[in-house]
């Protein structure tokens, strides 16, 4: 299983999230990755939609699903969508 880290946190935890746990469709995917978290580094989201496409389509599922910005020198994404509580 893959595991998060929310560094952001004091002390940092850490929690299991399987992709196996995740939706299958795509645009739920990433709601419920975006729900799970604000940001994501390009590092930390792959894992989790790598199964949607193949290798070298990540960039372009990212792009067309997330917005991407910089947050302190690192590239970071964020939903398109305006996610509500």
Same mark, same amino acid.
């Given at each position: ?15 299991? !999230? ?14 419920? !990755? ?47 969508? !305006?996610?509500?509580?």
């Amino acid at each position: 299983g893959l595991a998060l880290i929310d560094h952001t946190s004091k002390p940092e935890a850490i929690s299991l !999230l399987k992709v196996e746990d995740l939706p299958e469709d795509t645009q739920e995917r990433f709601n419920c !990755l975006f729900g799970i978290r604000e940001k994501w580094s390009e590092a930390d989201i792959v894992p989790y939609i790598q199964d949607l496409c193949s290798e070298k389509q990540t960039g372009a599922l990212l792009t067309k699903h997330a917005r991407s910005s910089f947050q302190n020198g690192t590239k970071v994404y964020n939903s398109r969508r !305006l996610m509500t509580s």
